[in-house]
């Protein structure tokens, strides 16, 4: 399986972009880049994921570059509300084994 | 709203009591999976089910016991629990657990405290 590498954590002002890292230098050719968060004391919730294009639904853009090694998840109007841990995780490959490493904890200041 | 519930929100319970945990999914998928987040650790896979049939057992000890009445369903029975078994248990569903581009919708989560 693809281990991910995220930053611990990241500040973002309300109401401005935010872009969050992450290196997948061993993801396998049928692995998707799949993105979720997790707000204190819920559940992870699905963001978006993709496979080799960009995506964008209503919550976020994923980015992901063309050899496929890294992705960048936006959010492109931070609220207070998108403060919470984000997982980037490779899935699909041999195992099916949706795998959460520690995330990046990012921080929305008003 | 994420179409999977899970019940009850929060437990108490004894290490000799038995107790259920009860997870519904109103998404029409056909794959089901228990995880445990335990405090400051990643969550960690404990069961899947695919169209009902027991695919994946990650080594769980035997006092957890999962049962999936039907693709909707599924539970999770506790008895003689350790206090280290005290975790946050999340039930989540997919529409087929062999296809890696479809992805799992959690619900909220019991938060199980052992005493």
């Known amino acids: 399986d693809a281990k991910t590498t995220q930053p611990t954590s990241m500040d973002c002002a309300e109401g401005r972009a935010a872009n969050l890292p992450c290196n997948h230098s061993?993801?396998?050719?049928?692995?998707?880049v799949y993105w979720y968060r997790q707000i204190h004391s819920q559940g992870p919730q699905y963001i978006i994921h993709?496979?080799?294009n960009n995506e964008t639904n209503e919550m976020a853009s994923l980015i992901i570059t063309e050899d496929r090694k890294s992705s960048t998840l936006i959010l492109p109007h931070a609220t207070l509300r998108d403060t919470a841990v984000y997982y980037c995780?490779?899935?699909?490959?041999?195992?099916?084994?949706?795998?959460f490493g520690t995330g990046t904890l990012l921080a929305v200041q008003p | 709203e994420t179409g999977v519930t899970q019940t009850p929100r929060h437990l108490v319970m004894g290490m000799t009591n038995k107790k259920s945990l009860k997870c519904e999914q109103h998404?029409?998928?056909?794959?089901m999976y228990w995880y445990k987040q335990s405090a400051k650790k990643p969550l960690e896979l404990m069961f899947v089910?695919?169209?009902?049939?027991?695919?994946e057992n990650n080594s769980v000890p035997s006092r957890f016991s999962p049962e999936c009445p039907n693709s909707s369903h599924l539970f999770l029975h506790l008895h003689t629990l350790q206090p280290e078994d005290s975790a946050l248990y999340l039930c989540a569903s997919s529409q087929d657990w062999a296809r890696g581009n479809q992805p799992q919708h959690f619900g909220d989560g019991t938060r199980l405290s052992i005493l």
């Open positions: 089910y695919n169209f009902k049939e027991q695919t």
């Open positions: 998404l029409g998928h056909n794959a």
């Open positions: 995780i490779a899935y699909g490959g041999a195992t099916n084994k949706l795998i």
């Open positions: 993709g496979l080799k």
């Open positions: 061993t993801i396998s050719g049928n692995e998707y």
